[in-house]
């Protein structure tokens, strides 16, 4: 049975979801769940989200929430399938490096970017006002944490750093044949992207729709996101998620 | 080499950290961090935690923050001692998902509206700053809706995560007793599942150890 995600075509949190989706080759039909219309909130709904939001999976009778926990779920079901190690959990200290980079997308990102764009973007939509100091108090907050990823990302592509599923090259023999510039090629390890860095996209890429260039104003950042927002996965639901069957 | 724990003794995340060294029997120097000092924002320490925080450990060289990511590393690597199943096995997908389910939860739902609550009636009372009422009223809203689904889910089930312990649970002790200290324990003991379910974490040796602060353990 075609997986099924309940969601809204725009929610940043479903849009998380479908792109883990795409990355990795899992075909899934997206149903629509009209929040305008209180869907969520609906007796039948809370069944299966209890805290009555958006998204949700239903993996052939396995329901699962937490649009984090749903793209874990399929990184890790189809990890032989579409984009390698999104999730490195086959090393313990690779594993540990992507719960660090995990953990500083919800504390130090999607804390203040969420709020930011929330207060712009989505409090209006709700008939609320938006609170431009607010939104300014946040923004400094998150140009603070992006100096840190400024840093970080200075000195590795992804902000997971090291996770490759490679071997560690065996030590060079002393008789060994291979030139210098060969075993620089076996001890260089690729730096792959991860589910940490996926997940910053749906509220970084609102962050311009809510008034702020934050996300371009520092160059390593600017560098990754930029990679990021190219992927075929995001410009697959930047638009809305939809059915891949 | 013996793992280290750069600390302060009554951190809510530097208490995460140490609960699950204790749950998994793992010996560790405690370093204490002086935050009055700012210590944390030298040179010496963003070497470290590039992000001016506690707590980092330094495993043999291997050196981690963020609390959440520590404790689950502690909780992998030391998997065949102390408590068992703390994270379930990768083998097992659908009782990792459920897990990260309940993780996920932990923070946006629950650590989101309780830290607000911690920041405005303690810590910024503790420096002489006046609390934001509104904020704090919105947090305790969120709350009282938030954790009545926790009530629901734990008639269902002994522990967020299914019916085993699992870091889901421990996770949020530390701001669960904070919301006590400031005065608004209610929102756990007006719910009977939830106030069983959190009695119970408290009593917990690992939490009893370092509830009054955290010391070293080799």
Known sequence: MVLKLYGWPK????QRVGMALIEKGVPFEFV??????????????LQKQPFGQVPYIDDDGFTLYESRAIARYIAEKYAAKGTPNLLPIADVRARARFEQAASVEVAD?????????FEMVFKPMMGGKSDEAVFQDLITSLSAKLDVYDKILAKQKYMAGNVSLLPLPLPSHPSSSYSTRNKRKLTKRPQEITLADLFHLPYGVLLSTAGSDIMQAKPNVKRWFDDLQSRPSWQAVKDGVKSTV | MVLKLYAAPQSTASLRVAQVLHENNVPFEFIPIDLRAKEQKQAQHTEKNPFGQVPYIDDDGFVLYESRAIGRYIALKYAGQ???GLIPDQ????ALALFEQAASSEFANFEVHAAKIAYEKLFKVRLGFPTNEEVVKGAIDQLNVKLDVYEG?????????GRELTLADLYHIPFGTRLYRAGLGDLIDSRPNVAKWFNALLARPSWVAIKDGITSTA
């Not at chain 1, 629509?32 to 709904?45: A, H, I, N, Q, W």
């Not at chain 1, 990102?109 to 764009?117: E, I, K, N, Q, S």
């Not at chain 2, 083998?91 to 659908?94: F, L, M, P, R, V």
């Not at chain 2, 889910?153 to 995560?161: C, E, M, R, V, W």
Request: glycine share 10%; hydrophobic share 40%; with cysteine.
């Open chain 2, 91 to 94: 083998s097992d997908i659908k």
């Open chain 2, 82 to 84: 102390g408590t068992a």
């Open chain 1, 109 to 117: 990102f999607d804390a203040f970017a969420g709020r930011a764009v």
């Open chain 2, 153 to 161: 889910i734990l008639a269902k089930q002994g522990y967020l995560a």
């Open chain 1, 11 to 14: 929610s940043t949190c479903t």
């Open chain 1, 32 to 45: 629509m769940v009209d929040l305008f219309k209180g869907e969520s909130k609906t007796p039948e709904y």
